[in-house]
């Protein structure tokens, strides 16, 4: 069974940066995809972020680019590195991992994906 365990959240001031860490374990397959969503109460949630070693081998939201980077090191932990925050990315932000067929587009459409418990992120003007 996939498990998630998120950590690094916090609050921080507009300007400034968090790394976010998620340590998966349980997953045994050889394609991944992988990263982070976010909500915010009374809004849907937004994909953030995610890594894959198919194609494409990154994506990021819009509105992250150019500030965010995720990465993933070998023992299956996954990162969002956060600079230059704004009040805006303030929300929940969520690990998530796609179960094979592990691809970007499923991923992004969350049809099969395992969860962590969420982190809060706080970024105050």
């Known amino acids: 069974q996939v498990q998630l365990v998120e950590s690094g959240g916090g609050s921080v001031q507009a300007g400034g940066s968090l790394r976010l860490s998620c340590a998966v374990s349980g997953y045994t397959y050889r394609s991944f995809c992988m990263g982070w969503f976010r909500q915010v109460p009374g809004k849907e949630r937004e994909a953030v972020a995610a890594?894959?070693?198919?194609?494409?081998?990154t994506y990021y939201v819009d509105s992250v680019k150019g500030r965010f980077t995720v990465s993933q090191d070998e023992k299956n932990t996954v990162y969002l590195q956060m600079n230059s925050l704004k009040p805006e990315d303030t929300a929940m932000y969520y690990c998530?991992?796609?179960?094979?067929?592990?691809?970007?587009?499923?991923?992004?459409?969350?049809?099969?994906?395992?969860w962590g418990q969420g982190t809060q992120v706080t970024v105050s003007s």
């Open positions: 890594i894959s070693n198919g194609v494409p081998g």
């Open positions: 998530a991992v796609a179960r094979p067929p592990s691809t970007m587009a499923r991923w992004l459409a969350s049809l099969d994906n395992a």
